[in-house]
């Protein structure tokens, strides 16, 4: 980790250990940014995205990155959090099982929590509505939303001081982050992208998000370094 400037300005960073997130982290720091980042150990069926998460961090240098400990496999309703539940291994039409009810709006208002205590303006978020799962809270409507809701629920937003909620990868295919990942100088090899990956962060091909990061290199004509099991 590294150390935090006065003069830096702060973002706090959801990461999930996945392509997505890491490529955020990169463009935060690009941007001149002090991170923070946030990951949350909430039930899901790998958690080897949680030791991704920590590699990715230490190699892009934030300042604290932070694990919360949640209970979304208590309520269940997902794939990723109910074992019960068969992870789809192939494209299935409409939200697919592998959506997690409220989690987005649940990571981003702790975000916003921890946002406001560092005196943070701005929260950024991995979310795609180009090479994505067809996930509600992935759109930018929600994203907008949210925002608007942050600075109307915290005592920084009534006073002036909002946040701004950012999703840089919104538009972008998913060749199109592997690319800029890859200039900014992303090691996806300390990634975790499967649903369902083993202890050793080995991913198993065939779930959708195996499909759209292998897709994405593929089309960037970059080769892959995900390890399979």
């Not at 943070?120 to 949210?146: H, K, L, Q, T």
């Amino acid at each position: 980790m590294t150390e935090q400037t006065t003069d830096q300005k702060r973002a706090v960073i959801l990461l999930s250990g996945g392509l997505d997130s890491a490529t955020v982290v990169a463009m935060a720091r690009a941007e001149g940014y002090s991170c923070y980042t946030m990951s949350f150990d909430y039930g899901q069926r790998s958690h080897a995205e949680l030791d991704a998460a920590a590699r990715v961090a230490r190699d892009l240098g934030v300042v604290e990155h932070k694990v919360i400990g949640l209970n979304l496999n208590g309520i269940g309703g997902s794939a990723l959090t109910d074992s019960t539940i068969d992870v789809p291994e192939a494209p299935t039409e409409g939200i697919p099982v592998t959506y997690v009810p409220a989690r987005n709006t649940v990571f981003l208002s702790l975000a916003l929590g921890w946002a406001e205590v560092l005196d943070a303006r701005d929260i950024f978020i991995g979310v795609n509505a180009v090479d994505y799962s067809g996930y509600p809270d992935c759109r930018p409507e929600f994203v907008e939303s949210f925002e608007r809701m942050a600075n109307l629920a915290t005592k920084a937003g009534v006073e002036g001081r909002g946040f701004r909620i950012q999703a840089p990868l919104q538009n972008l295919s998913k060749a199109d982050i592997v690319k800029a990942g890859v200039r900014l100088g992303v090691d996806y090899s300390l990634t975790v992208s499967c649903y369902q990956a083993d202890n050793d962060g080995r991913a198993c091909r065939k779930c959708d998000s195996c499909r759209l990061r292998a897709e994405g290199f593929q089309a960037a004509g970059i080769t892959d370094p995900t390890r399979y099991f």
